[in-house]
C-alpha cells in the first residue's frame, strides 16, 4: 500500500512539473527545432516526449536554463522565440550551418553568461543590443560572415572574460573604452579588417592572457605599455600594416619578448582558437 502511494505521489509530482513548464518556453524551443530544420540534426528532438529528454536541454525549476547543440547539423535562421527563454545562462549553437542575421531579441536573456555562436554562416552586423546581457562572461561570434563595427555597446559588459569576434569581415577601429573590460583574459579580433592604430588602452587589461589581432589592416606600433601584462602569454599582431613587423608569441614567455621585431613574423596560429 505505501509503495502504491509513493507511485501515486511521484506521478502527481512528475505531471504537476511538467504542467509548470512556461508554454512560451515550450514554444521557443519548438520555433528552433522548426526554423533550424529539427528533422535533419544529427541528434533531434522527439516532440511528443517529455522536454527534460529533448538533447541539449536542460531544466532548473521548470525552467530552460541551457541549450547546448554545437555539432548538431542546425540549419536555417535563429527564431525570434530565441529571446524568450527568462532563465537561460547558457547558449552554445556552434559548429552548425546557421545563417542569417543574430536575432535582436536575444538581448532579452538577461540571466545568460555565455553566447556561443561561432563556426556557423551568420551574417550582418552584430547586434548593439548583446551589450544588455550585463551577466555575460562569454562571447564567442568568430568564424561566420559578420560584417560593420564592433558595437560600442558590447564595452559596457565588464563581466566579460572571453570576447572572441574572429574570422569574420568587421570593419572600423579597435574601441578605446575596451578598457573598461577589466576581467579580460582572452581578446580575439584576429582575421578581419580592422583598421586604425592598436589601442594603448588594452595595456589596461591586465588580467588578459590571450590577445589574437592578426590579419587585420592595423597601423602604427605596438604600444610598449603591454610589457606590464604579466599574464599575457599569446600575443599575435602578424599579417597588419604596422610600421614593424613582431614575433608572433605562444606560451610562457615574459612580456618583453613580445615586441621584439623581427623581419618576419612567425605565426603559429592562423585559425581562432577558443
Given at each position: ?6 507511485i501515486?505521489?511521484c506521478?502527481l509530482?512528475?505531471?504537476f512539473?511538467f504542467?509548470n ?5 515550450k514554444?521557443?524551443?519548438?520555433a528552433?527545432y ?13 516532440l ?10 536542460t531544466?532548473?525549476d521548470?525552467?530552460v536554463?541551457e541549450?547546448n ?6 540549419q ?5 522565440e ?19 542575421n543574430?536575432p535582436?531579441?536575444l ?6 553568461t555565455s553566447l556561443?555562436?561561432?563556426m556557423?554562416a551568420?551574417?550582418?552586423?552584430i ?5 544588455e ?13 559578420l560584417d560593420?563595427?564592433?558595437p ?7 563581466n566579460l572574460?572571453e ?12 574601441p578605446?573604452?575596451?578598457?573598461a573590460l ?6 580575439s579580433l584576429?582575421d578581419?579588417?580592422l ?5 594603448v588602452e ?7 592572457e590571450e ?13 610598449l605599455e603591454?610589457?606590464?601584462?604579466t ?7 602578424s ?5 614593424q613587423?613582431?614575433?608572433s ?8 619578448m ?10 603559429s596560429m592562423d585559425?581562432?582558437k577558443?
Amino acid at each position: 500500500m505505501k509503495t502504491l502511494k509513493l507511485i501515486v505521489v511521484c506521478l502527481l509530482t512528475t505531471t504537476f512539473s511538467f504542467a509548470n513548464i512556461s508554454l512560451t518556453e515550450k514554444d521557443a524551443l519548438i520555433a528552433l527545432y522548426n526554423s533550424t530544420q529539427g528533422t535533419q540534426w544529427n541528434t533531434p528532438w522527439d516532440l511528443n516526449a517529455d522536454i527534460d529528454t529533448w538533447y541539449g536541454v536542460t531544466i532548473e525549476d521548470n525552467k530552460v536554463v541551457e541549450i547546448n547543440l554545437p555539432f548538431n547539423n542546425l540549419q536555417g535562421k535563429l527564431p525570434h522565440e530565441i529571446g524568450n527563454f527568462s532563465s537561460l545562462k547558457k547558449l552554445n549553437l556552434g559548429f552548425n550551418k546557421i545563417s542569417g542575421n543574430i536575432p535582436t531579441s536575444l538581448s532579452n536573456l538577461k540571466s545568460l553568461t555565455s553566447l556561443e555562436l561561432f563556426m556557423n554562416a551568420l551574417e550582418g552586423t552584430i547586434p548593439s543590443e548583446l551589450g544588455e546581457l550585463k551577466n555575460l562572461e562569454s562571447l564567442k561570434l568568430y568564424s561566420n560572415k559578420l560584417d560593420g563595427e564592433i558595437p560600442s555597446s558590447l564595452m559596457g559588459l565588464t563581466n566579460l572574460k572571453e570576447l572572441l569576434l574572429g574570422s569574420n569581415f568587421l570593419t572600423g577601429t579597435i574601441p578605446t573604452d575596451i578598457y573598461a573590460l577589466t576581467k579580460l583574459q582572452k581578446l580575439s579580433l584576429m582575421d578581419n579588417k580592422l583598421e586604425g592604430e592598436i589601442p594603448v588602452e588594452i595595456a589596461q587589461l591586465t588580467n588578459l592572457e590571450e590577445l589574437l589581432l592578426s590579419t587585420n589592416k592595423l597601423t602604427g606600433d605596438l604600444p610598449l605599455e603591454f610589457m606590464n601584462l604579466t599574464k599575457l602569454t599569446t600575443i599575435m599582431v602578424s599579417d597588419n600594416n604596422l610600421n614593424q613587423e613582431y614575433i608572433s608569441v605562444s606560451g610562457k614567455n615574459p612580456p618583453s619578448m613580445m615586441i621584439l621585431p623581427s623581419q618576419r613574423a612567425t605565426a603559429s596560429m592562423d585559425i581562432e582558437k577558443e
